[in-house]
């Protein structure tokens, strides 16, 4: 093995069922996702030593499949990150370069993968945090429709948003990871019977011949020069495997970071409201003065990322604010639905670069907070839409992982994995 890159908070193993899809794949879980009897502590001092009594139903599914988890893998504290700076257990290195940042949050999860320390993993996507580490690592990884993928047992950022999803060294291998936990589950009711039916595994045939391929100018702009030229080299490609591209405009993906921060605090800052020592993990513990205790907990337990959003969520909730914050965020985040709603009636799939930056260096920009939410510029509307999207290796810019985002009307899975496929050929 490499350098230690810190891709585990634990390295622990739960052995699979004798036979099944995954009988031979081992599998990195990322840490906010429940694992019955292994310790689970959302990259957070307080969940350190916490012990789920239960599995969450993507890790039953998985050990079902016949998968080995090799272990729980670093994050982002709490999933609130770009780079997985911000997990209380230290950061996790890009096997690509070392010296930058994996992507975030579910930088454990791509650096394993990358670094062949599991064959496959799963991490959750917020606002790009599956897509965003699969980028900057160069593997794949696949942001599901929201509904697809059960969220029961996964420790709650922001519930409206958010979905499991694989990551994987080929489209193929996320397909089928994808195969694995899709599908229905009494247990979580957002999830939908729409895709049950799907082979996402068998649609990774490559062929994009007739295809019609959205490109978006908003998504290219202000991108870092190589990244833009990688990615439009990729689109060429495709192209030239029989795709039609056309330009579509989505003018409202300009406000989507904006929207996404206002109401992704807000949810956080409801759902870490449980975290209040008495409950679960870290307890500061005053004997009798719950305020004190309460207070105490939080200040030690949280980091600071954590607690900013806290404080922002907190205020766009509070009674004065709601509607000039956290109102304005849902309107502009059925703006950006009906945009690509429009957009596709007349295209398959939109296309862009996953992120607009390449890899960060460790450190480089994890003391400004509005650098980092900027770049989920093109991946934040895909959540605010619940809409299915792709990252797939496009190349290189500076001998760095450039990665092309595949974007699908919802529960069309399948159609971005085709294309996404005939990226790799
Ligand atoms: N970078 C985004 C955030 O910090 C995405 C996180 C995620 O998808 N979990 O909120």
């Known amino acids: 093995m490499a350098a230690d890159l810190n891709a585990f908070i634990t390295e622990e193993s739960i052995e699979g069922a004798d036979a099944g899809p995954l009988a031979d794949a081992t599998v990195a879980v990322k840490d906010n996702i429940s694992t019955a009897g292994v310790e689970t502590t959302c990259g957070s001092r307080m969940l350190e030593g916490y012990v789920p009594p239960y599995d969450a139903t993507v890790v039953e599914r998985l050990t079902d499949a016949g998968a080995t988890i090799v272990g729980k893998a670093n994050m982002d ?158 689109i060429d490609d495709l192209e030239a495997q029989g795709a039609e591209t056309v330009e579509v405009s989505l003018p409202s993906v300009e406000h989507a970071v904006q929207a996404y921060y206002v109401i992704a605090t807000s949810e956080a800052s409801s759902n870490l409201a449980r975290f209040d020592g008495v409950r679960y993990g870290h307890s500061a513990g005053h004997d009798g003065n719950w305020n004190e205790t309460f207070a105490e907990t939080r200040s030690e337990g949280f980091g600071e990322e954590v607690k900013r959003r806290i404080l922002l969520g907190t205020y766009a909730l509070s009674a004065g604010y709601h509607d000039k914050y956290y109102k304005k965020a849902q309107d502009a985040r059925a703006w950006v639905r009906s945009d690509f709603d429009d957009a596709f009636a007349d295209v398959d799939v939109i296309a862009s670069p996953t992120m607009p930056v390449l890899p960060f260096e460790l450190g480089e920009g994890i003391d400004d907070p509005m650098t980092m939410y900027l770049a989920d510029a093109n991946t934040t509307p895909v959540n605010l839409a619940n809409l299915p999207a792709i990252s797939i290796p496009a190349g290189t810019a500076e001998g760095l992982p450039v990665g092309l985002q595949l974007i699908g009307p919802q529960f069309g899975e399948e159609t971005i994995v085709r294309a996404a496929s005939a990226v790799e050929e």
């Not at 833009?228 to 080299?233: I, P």
């Open 77 to 234: 504290e709490f999933g609130m990150g770009t780079t997985t700076e911000t997990s209380q257990f230290g950061p996790t290195r890009n096997p690509v370069d070392p010296d930058r940042v994996p992507g975030g949050s579910s930088g454990g999860s791509a650096a394993a993968v990358a670094a062949g320390e599991a064959d496959l993993a799963l991490g959750t996507d917020t606002g790009g945090s599956v897509r965003c580490p699969a980028a900057f690592c160069g593997v794949v990884g696949i942001k599901p429709t929201y509904g697809l993928v059960s969220r029961y047992g996964l420790i709650a950022y922001a519930n409206s948003l958010e979905q499991i999803g694989p990551i994987a060294g080929t489209v193929e291998d996320a397909a089928a990871l994808l195969d694995v936990i899709a599908s229905p589950d009494p247990h979580d009711a957002t999830t939908r019977e729409a895709g049950a039916d799907a082979n996402y595994a068998a649609a990774a045939d490559g062929d994009v011949d007739g295809m019609t391929i959205g490109v978006v100018p908003e998504l290219f702009e202000g991108a870092h020069e190589g990244v833009v030229e990688t990615v439009r080299a990729a």
